[in-house]
Every structure is written in C-alpha cells, then in structure tokens.
C-alpha cells in the first residue's frame, strides 16, 4: 500500500488506459525507491525521494543542473559505487522486492538487469558486432549461433539492423553520431535487462537522430522499463508517461506527463516547466 | 494571478500582447453588439452602420490574433498554463468574432424594421440584450481577472436566455397570425432574437475557456454544479 501511495492516481489511471488494464488493479512496480537520502561524502544531494517506477513504461527525470536527477539515475544501477565516498545515507532502492544495495547483490548481475545509456555515445573500439557480443560473453553466451541471434535480435530492437548489417565487421566509430548512440542502446538491450536507464542519450544528436531515437524509445518501452534523464521538456512532453521533477535533491512533484505538463500540482514545477524559475 | 517573469522576456512580450488584443477585441465586440440594438431601439440607421463597419475590424483582430498565438506555439512551446492562455486566447476570439457577426445581422435588421412604423413587441428584446450583455461581459471578465467561480457562474445563466428567446418566439408567431401586415417585422425581430441567443451561447462558450485557461478545468458539456 505504501507503494502505490508513491504512483498518484492520475499516473496510474494514465497507464491503465495505455495497457488497457482494468481499473482497481493494484500497479505492479517496476523500481521502488523509498525514502532515499544521498551523499558524495558528507555533501548530500538527495533528500527523501519516494517514488515508485511503473513497469513497462517511459519515467521521464527533468529538473535544472544539480538537482540530483543523475545522481539518482545511476543509483538505480549503482554506477555511483565508482565514485569514492558516494553512498545512500538512507531509505533504499528495490527490484522486483529485493533491495539492490543489499550485500548479496551481486553487482555485475545488477548493471546486466539495469542496462544504461549515456549521454555521450561510448562504443567500444571494436566493430559494431563485437560491441553488442562484448555484453553476451561476459554474461557467459559461448555459442557463436546464439550470440549472432542476440546480436541480430539486439540491433534490430534498436532499430539499427537495416542501416548496418552489411558491415557489421567495421568499426563502430564509423557510424555517425545518431548511429553510435542507437548502438549503445542495442548493446544494453543484448542482455535482456529489466530496466534501461537514460541519462540525456540524444542531447549530443540532431533532430533527425534525435526523432529516430525518441521512436525507438517508444517501440522499447512494451518490453522494457525506461528511465530517462532530459534536459529538453518537450522530449520528455513526447516520449515519457509519467514525469518525475526534482529541484535541489528533492522530488516536488511526480505524476503523469500529461498532467505535469498541463496542469502541474506544484507552482516549482510549474514555473520551471514554464521557463519562470529564480 | 500574475505569473513570475519568464526567462525570455520576449514571451512575456508575446503574451501579453496576445491577451491585449483579445481584450480590444472584446471591446470592439461590445461596442459593435451595443451599436446595432441601440440603433434597433432608438430607429438610429447610422448606429447600425458603425456597428456594420465595426465588423471589418473585428474580424482583422481575429486573424491577428490566430496568427500571433501560432507564432507563440511555434517559437516558445509553450506548457501548463502558458499552453492554456494561448489555447484559450485562441478560442476567444473566434467566439468573438462569431458574436461581432451577430452584431452585424442584427444591424441589418434593425435598419429593415426602422423602415417602417415602430413595433410595440420590440420591448420583448430587451430584457434578452440586456440578459446577453451581462453574460458577455462577465464571460470577458472572468477571462480577463481568470476568475474561475464567476467563469462557472455564467453557464447556468444561459438557460433564461434561451427561456426568454422561446417565449418571444411564441409571442410573435402568435402576433403574425394576428397581424400578417406586419409579418416581415415580426420576423425580423424573430432573426434578432435568435441572434441574442447566440450571444450568449457564445458567451458561455468564453466562460468556459476562462476557467479552462485559470484552472486547467474542461466545464463543457456537464451539469451546472455550484461551486462551493
């Protein structure tokens, strides 16, 4: 019950009427993050976040620079470990029930089911087939039958099959910009994650790019729970069902896109969406 | 209730400007309307006239307008209640202009029955301008002050508005068939009527886009429930 306070009642309605699920279903949730507090040593930069992550859909973080949105992006598959002295101080961040900084977490397991795409496109520097086998192998895929299936099936989710398949055996960095991301993206995808998160992935793409990977995202999210941190409001507008926004590591309103972006809750929100903050 | 400043002072700019013109139009709509049944009331044909000409202006502004809130679209995409004011900006003045030409068909009439001996039944169309003249006016009001309570307040009023027209109707069908000399008369004040009525049709209209523009609330097509 605690839950399903997190997901207001018009984001759940929103997503009913997408899934055409009948109504009084309880929401199933994909990334329940509760009560969290974070901190890069003892400079804290998350206070409190409460939010429940539908499955199956496109979760949209906006908010001006600082305010935390990466920062709980890449808890959710705790990219932050990297970093020294960075931890959660409080509260947790649960898959499927099982609290992910847990001490049996395995953490390579963890990033396998939490995939991640940056917003810079960072192929390896090998061909377009071996960037998306690269992911199989260390996952423990021998067959080279199974992995040239993943590596078909992976790109053409990607939508990038048609556009490479002649040339699977060149190097990555010949595709261009909207291409190398599009790659990124079929790589996380080749180990069938749960979850795959989005930190700005076309803010480096043009409008064409930009448009190609916004449809992909769209196609994805019937498989896939999307996470994706946008600096461009009308992308989020466009591609993601429920909107989080967040203002100096707190969460001011979470509800669905259409109603954050018609007729926000919060004044914050509100005045930030509208372009009138500070 | 007046937003922050926007970072772009130019959209600000836009807005505002925006909003002014709906409002000159409003008040030309106004004028226009007070025109034509001043000029039915007092047999004035020049009153009619201007309220004829009024109409060009009018329907100048509307273009304008249409043109300004798509240029804000494309320019700034605008969101939550900056989408609302624009959408709703939009709306009014189509729905004025509407009214503007009814202004203008009731001009025309007006000068057909200025032609000819004054008609004792036209006391039947005041209390409908006067009915339809104080729902325009708070429809605007409420636009302008983004006064949701007196924007929900105006759609009930219709009802005696339309209750006003039919009774009138009844009562000059009847003095037809009394008085066939009369007949084109009775039938202009027939068309005026009916042009009243929209009026007010169009001013429940702009009261209802006022409270979609200040509180995000669709209000068509529901029963009338009082605010609390």
Not at chain 1, 137 to 145: D, L, P, Q, S
Not at chain 2, 53 to 61: F, G, H, K, P
């Amino acid at each position: 019950m605690v839950s399903l306070l997190k997901m207001p009642d018009s984001l759940q309605q929103h997503l009913r009427r997408e899934t055409n699920e009948p109504p009084n279903e309880p929401r199933e949730i994909a990334v329940e993050i509760d009560d969290v507090d974070f901190a890069y040593g003892a400079h804290q930069v998350l206070f409190d976040v409460d939010l429940a992550i539908p499955p199956r859909a496109v979760t949209a973080f906006i908010g001006p620079s600082g305010c935390g949105k990466t920062t709980l992006l890449r808890c959710i598959n705790r990219m932050n470990d990297l970093i020294d002295g960075a931890r959660l101080t409080q509260g947790s961040i649960k898959i499927d029930n099982v609290d992910i900084n847990a001490p049996e977490v395995d953490v390579v397991d963890l990033r396998r089911r939490v995939g991640m795409v940056f917003q810079k496109s960072n192929p390896f520097p090998k061909s377009i087939y071996e960037n998306i086998a690269y992911g199989l192998r260390i996952a423990g895929v021998k067959k080279r039958r199974a992995i040239d299936e993943a590596v078909e099936k992976s790109l053409r989710a990607a939508a990038l099959w048609d556009e490479v398949k002649d040339r699977l055996e060149k190097n990555a960095f010949g595709l261009s910009g909207g291409q190398q991301q599009r790659l990124c993206i079929a790589r996380a995808l080749a180990v069938e994650p749960q979850v795959v998160l989005m930190d700005e992935p076309c803010s480096a793409l043009d409008p064409i790019a930009t448009a190609k990977i916004e449809e992909l995202i769209h196609q994805l999210k019937s498989e896939y729970t999307i996470i994706i941190v946008t600096h461009n409001m009308q992308q989020a507008g466009r591609v993601s069902d429920s909107t989080a926004f967040f203002y100096l590591g707190r969460l001011i309103e979470f509800d669905a896109t259409e109603k954050i972006f018609s007729n926000p809750g919060e004044k914050r929100t509100e005045d930030y969406i509208t372009g009138r903050f500070g | 209730m007046i937003a922050p400043k926007h970072i772009l002072g130019n959209f600000d700019e836009a807005l505002a400007a925006l909003r002014n013109n709906v409002m000159m139009m409003a008040s030309l709509t106004e004028r226009s309307l007070d025109r034509a049944l001043e000029g039915l009331f007092k047999r004035n044909d020049d009153l009619c006239a201007n309220a004829i000409a009024d109409d060009e202006e009018i329907d100048q502004l509307e273009k304008q307008i249409d043109k300004d809130g798509v240029d804000i679209l494309l320019r700034y995409q605008p969101v939550a209640s900056d989408l609302r004011r624009v959408v709703s900006a939009m709306k009014l003045s189509s729905n004025l202009e509407r009214m503007a030409d009814q202004a203008t068909t009731i001009a025309r009439r007006a000068r057909k029955l200025n032609r000819h001996p004054p008609l004792p039944e036209i006391d039947l169309i005041r209390p409908m301008y006067e009915q339809a003249m104080s729902m325009f006016k708070d429809s605007v009001d409420a636009y302008a002050r983004e006064d949701v309570d007196l924007g929900r307040s105006i759609v009930p009023r219709d009802d005696k508005l339309d209750d006003l027209n039919r009774a009138a109707s009844r009562k000059l069908i009847q003095r037809m068939a009394e008085d066939p000399e009369q007949l084109r008369g009775y039938l202009n004040l027939i068309f005026i009527g009916r042009c009243l009525e929209r009026v007010g049709d169009h001013a429940t209209n702009i009261a209802e886009d006022a409270v979609y523009a200040a509180a995000a609330e669709d209000i068509r097509h529901q029963p009338f429930v009082p605010s609390s």
